[in-house]
């Protein structure tokens, strides 16, 4: 059948280039982006089971969509700016810029190459959530769960409580939680995310001020803007029993030192540090805090002195305190030293974002190089 359009759709090369950029990758299968017309220019998408829905604020009534490839579209927009003109003519996207015209071949949308069947249907709002912060926070959590070497262990938890949500994540050595303030009409429900399937899912989206989350079924959640919404699978049940490892009581020792300092020594430990596990030593000296890159052996290979406070001394894998010092920001840090039954931990926190770091033993092992 041969389909004409009645009218062209004009849109922004920029907000259009962009936009298909964001949405979902796919490995297998086609690689077309689904384009239809109405109050809005609507952007289809679906890859790997995540699957995406985006709006543009501009007007296509009379356009009746199409299934076009990805790939050509994206490279034939790349430098042209301004804005573009798009019509659906016998079967062909033709594509009018200033200075260019080309036209596009078209799937046949009856073969339905991207589906969005889980952005069908109603379904009730779990939470609405700050979107940026929410963004940052889970792309730290994800980086970390992605980080263990159990395949199993590749989630990250999120606890849906009264006026707040939590996202959980651990590799092992390291437990990350992050706090974050949100309505929340269905508390006390738990879910767990696929890292990168909900990234991909998340990224598709222009988060402007907050995202809504919504269940429409067990295995899946929906994420929602105002320009449009995303949808991708939960993880299989099954998380370690976090809570378990969370310190009781009083620590043992207390160092507080500024987070750039501290992170500028750690920085320049591990250019020496043995490169297994990454080992740093940190030593209350009165009102100094001592840094040491350590050796397989444990020896001193470096030595910095920051000023400092506390009482105690703990060992550590110091690649992985750096980068919860990075998530942690600046100000003054207080590293709470606690024991464990495998050993130790060491605290460190602000609002929001806690980390807890196994201490080193001679027979640790965290995680082999890099």
Do not use: C
């Not at 809570?243 to 030192?257: D, F, I, S, T």
């Not at 840094?291 to 000023?307: C, I, M, N, R, W």
């Amino acid at each position: 059948m041969i389909i004409t359009a009645t009218r062209p759709v004009l849109v922004e090369t920029g907000l259009l280039l962009k936009t298909l950029k964001r949405l979902p990758p796919v490995r297998w299968g086609r690689d077309a982006v689904a384009l239809a017309g109405g109050e809005h220019l609507t952007l289809r998408r679906a890859g790997d089971g995540v699957e995406a829905e985006v709006r543009l604020p501009f007007p296509a009534e009379g356009f009746p969509g199409a299934v076009v490839p990805r790939k050509p579209l994206l490279e034939l927009l790349e430098g042209a700016g301004g804005m573009v003109e798009l019509t659906l003519e016998e079967g062909w996207l033709k594509v009018r810029g200033r200075g260019f015209s080309a036209q596009i071949f078209t799937y046949d949308p009856e073969a339905r190459p991207v589906g969005v069947s889980l952005l069908t249907g109603e379904a009730n709002p779990l939470f609405r959530v700050q979107a940026l912060a929410f963004l940052e926070a889970f792309g730290e959590a994800a980086t970390l769960a992605r980080a263990s070497s159990h395949e199993k262990a590749r989630k990250v938890l999120l606890e849906v409580e009264a006026g707040r949500v939590r996202l959980v994540a651990t590799d092992g050595y390291r437990l990350y939680t992050f706090s974050l303030e949100a309505e929340t009409p269905t508390p006390g429900v738990e879910l767990l995310l696929k890292p990168e399937e909900a990234l991909a899912a998340l990224k598709a989206l222009d988060p402007g001020l907050s995202f809504t989350f919504l269940q429409p079924e067990a295995h899946a959640l929906v994420a929602e803007t105002l320009w449009g919404r995303a949808a991708f699978p939960l993880a299989e049940e099954g998380f370690v029993p976090y809570r378990k490892v969370l310190p009781q009581g009083e620590p043992l020792g207390r160092l507080r030192v500024e987070a750039r300092a501290l992170r500028e020594a750690l920085g320049r430990a591990l250019v020496v540090a043995e490169p297994k596990n990454h080992g740093v030593e940190l030593q209350a000296l009165g009102e100094e805090v001592r840094v040491q890159a350590l050796g397989e052996d444990f020896t001193p290979l470096s030595e910095e002195v920051l000023p400092g406070e506390g009482e105690g001394r703990l060992r550590v894998n110091g690649k992985y305190l750096l980068g919860a010092l990075e998530v942690f920001g600046p100000g003054k840090a207080e590293l709470r030293l606690y024991p464990h039954a495998q050993g130790g931990l060491v605290a460190l926190g602000r609002e929001g974002f806690h980390a807890l770091i196994a201490l080193l033993k001679p027979a640790q092992d965290a995680g082999g190089e890099g």
